[in-house]
């Protein structure tokens, strides 16, 4: 049966990893062999890593012409040694808006877990790939356990932007790859999970406010900014730190929010944002038509 809550993941892990729970549900779910489960998150993976290395390579501008060559930018910042982020931080940051423009210019992804967050979890795991500490096979491996995670998300709260908000797309992303970098570095299942409860902690409230509807600003910034919080939030844990609020308590809290979050701020486009002068006059320049009747007409929803 299909995970609903954390604590079950902790429960079904055990002395083991929720790696290993996830590919056991996997397999009961799908009746798929443990090798055909491997194989599918092998190309699954292939296709991220591909995402990333077309984006730095073949920098494009996207299909609405916001956002275009800001990874390869970053990519050239990180050969300097003026840097202040350590080397994984800066390519994880660099590696997720590469997969983000990749998508806004229609290119081939892995919707992990929805399109318009998609940068974060190849981002950081690429990263730590390019890293050397770990080996494709560990790296791959650790995907199993954000998909576990991705999963109670989606059952007991939402992974939508248009249902809960940014918190629900780039939170879920960010407390997936934490979670997944956690267990990757011999963090416990309880720790891992204690990741998602401090990266949806860092991410409740966040609006969904695309500028003239598309998935390009702010996407592409909270991409690169939330990959390194979610490094920042596997150290955290790591170092023994937990949330006063437990996990699950916090996914439910973020479900909540997302539910009293007006629509002009879940996805429509027509607040944050969105709603400014600039943002107004961007949709205008993209799809002509005319201004809100009010100013603030979009930020009132």
């Known amino acids: 049966m299909a995970f609903q809550t954390l604590k079950e993941l902790v429960l079904a892990a055990g002395n083991g990893r929720i790696a290993d729970a996830m590919r056991r549900m996997e397999h009961e779910e799908s009746g798929q062999s443990a090798t055909e489960i491997d194989e599918r998150m092998q190309r699954h993976f292939a296709v991220m890593e591909q995402s990333v290395r077309t984006g730095l390579a073949r920098p494009r501008v996207s299909r609405g012409g916001l956002i275009g060559g800001d990874a390869e930018r970053l990519a050239r910042y990180s050969q300097a040694p003026s840097g202040v982020l350590g080397p994984v931080a800066l390519n994880a940051m660099t590696y997720a808006m590469a997969v983000s423009e990749v998508n806004a210019a229609m290119g081939q992804i892995v919707a992990t877990p929805t399109a318009g967050s998609a940068g974060i979890l190849p981002g950081v795991l690429v990263a730590v790939l390019d890293s050397g500490r770990f080996d494709r096979k560990q790296v791959i491996d650790s995907l199993f356990t954000a998909a576990a995670v991705g999963l109670v998300i989606a059952n007991s709260a939402s992974i939508s932007g248009a249902a809960g908000g940014?918190?629900?797309?780039?939170?879920?992303?960010?407390?997936?790859?934490?979670?997944?970098?956690?267990e990757l570095s011999g963090g416990s299942p309880q720790q891992a999970v204690e990741a998602v409860g401090l990266a949806l902690t860092n991410s409740l409230g966040l609006v969904c406010d695309p500028v003239a509807g598309l998935v390009e600003v702010p996407c592409l910034y909270r991409n690169g900014l939330h990959a390194v919080t979610a490094l920042a939030v596997a150290e955290c844990v790591l170092a023994g730190i937990q949330g006063v609020i437990p996990p699950d308590e916090v996914v439910g809290a973020m479900y909540d929010v997302g539910n009293h979050l007006p629509l002009s701020l879940r996805e429509t486009g027509l607040g944050g944002l969105a709603a400014t002068p600039t943002g107004n006059r961007l949709r205008i320049q993209i799809f002509g038509g005319s201004p809100p009747d009010e100013p603030d007409a979009g930020i009132r929803g």
């Open 166 to 182: 940014c918190q629900a797309e780039v939170g879920s992303a960010t407390a997936m790859a934490a979670a997944a970098v956690a």
